[in-house]
């Protein structure tokens, strides 16, 4: 009776920390670039004690547990602001982007101009360009971002932005203000395309999100009753056993 209870308390946690991932999707559901997250469960087996004259079978406790989280990297739709310094990546890449802590990297393209004229992410971190960071003079205007990411003013060519890949993207990590980090090294992909006056919307579906979030409450309460009838049965059984003369 008490491991039931113990399995539907694990199985409450990870559908508490599910909760909270759908959520989270759909609080950025309007955050450019953003990358849908799902909770990995599996089924966590647990050696039971041991008693003679029962079967294998009977000595193994099957809890849940939700082992990580996997992202959706998929493209999302493309929307048309016709801001110059809005720009999207067509296919695969990701902006590199200089923080104090090293490059990391967005898929959010809505830049614009800080104080000093440098271009800059949404959260004030520089855009990588040829390597380092972008500063435009006061009388530079005209800002044109071509197709493959070659920056020009009326002034000229100031380089191309840093696009990076990499071997694996699902080890990329959150970072924070809509950042990843790697633990793999950066690459140069050999053809970009990238678009002006566009951003890449996020890829989270809000009407898919809604549904799921309705079936994780309906098993949340589910377990929950299924927790408080173990619960009372427990009790009634401690009860009745203590009037046995």
């Not at 599996?42 to 849940?64: D, F, K, T």
């Not at 602001?81 to 296919?91: F, K, Q, S």
């Not at 000093?116 to 006061?138: A, C, H, K, W, Y």
């Not at 999100?209 to 059984?237: H, P």
């Amino acid at each position: 009776m008490n491991n039931a209870i113990r399995i539907g308390l694990s199985q409450q946690v990870a559908l508490k920390r599910q909760l909270n991932t759908v959520a989270n999707n759909l609080a950025n559901m309007n955050t450019a670039g953003f990358k849908v997250e799902n909770l990995i469960m599996q089924e966590y087996i647990m050696p039971g004690a041991s008693m003679p004259g029962h079967s294998a079978g009977s000595n193994y406790l099957s809890y849940v547990a939700d082992t990580g989280l996997k992202r959706d990297f998929t493209t999302g739709p493309m929307q048309t602001t016709d801001n110059p310094l809005d720009v999207a990546i067509n296919g695969e890449g990701w902006f590199t982007i200089e923080t104090p802590n090293g490059d990391r990297y967005t898929r959010d393209g809505h830049f614009s101009l800080d104080a000093d004229g440098q271009l800059v992410t949404i959260s004030g971190f520089p855009v990588m360009v040829n390597g380092e960071t972008i500063r435009f003079e006061p009388g530079e205007i005209d800002i044109s971002i071509a197709k493959d990411g070659m920056v020009s003013t009326n002034q000229g060519e100031r380089g191309r932005l840093d696009i990076s890949v990499f071997n694996n993207q699902h080890l990329l990590q959150k970072d924070g203000a809509n950042l990843f980090s790697s633990p793999e090294r950066a690459q140069r992909p050999d053809n970009v395309m990238v678009a002006q006056g566009v951003i890449e919307k996020s890829n989270v579906n809000p009407v898919l999100q809604i549904t799921k979030m309705i079936e994780v409450q309906r098993a949340y309460e589910r377990s929950a009753n299924m927790i408080e009838k173990m619960s009372e049965l427990k009790t009634s059984s401690i009860n009745k056993l203590a009037q046995v003369n």
